[in-house]
């Protein structure tokens, strides 16, 4: 995940530093919306991580070394503080 994250920091600069890649049907995002987090994700980042922002991004790479590129939409977290990333991943990962 950590090459993951590197890329999608380069391919999309705008999110900051502060950024967590989510797995493919994370627990973490809505069940009937994918582009949104879970309620009960939401509701917590609301009051204990402010500054929580979900996004789905495309990020092209190579999964192995040697593989052809492929393009893949992530669901992507981004904060706006080290504080809030921590606790975030601290709860929720």
Known sequence: MIDI???LREQH???GPYVLALRERSGLVAPD???ALAPEVRDW???EAPSTAFSRRDVTYAPFPGWPEET????VVAFGSAADLARFATRWT
């Open 5 to 7: 994250v590197k890329v």
């Open 13 to 15: 600069p705008d999110l």
């Open 33 to 35: 919306d994918p582009d």
């Open 45 to 47: 980042a609301a009051t």
């Open 72 to 75: 893949r939409t992530l669901g």
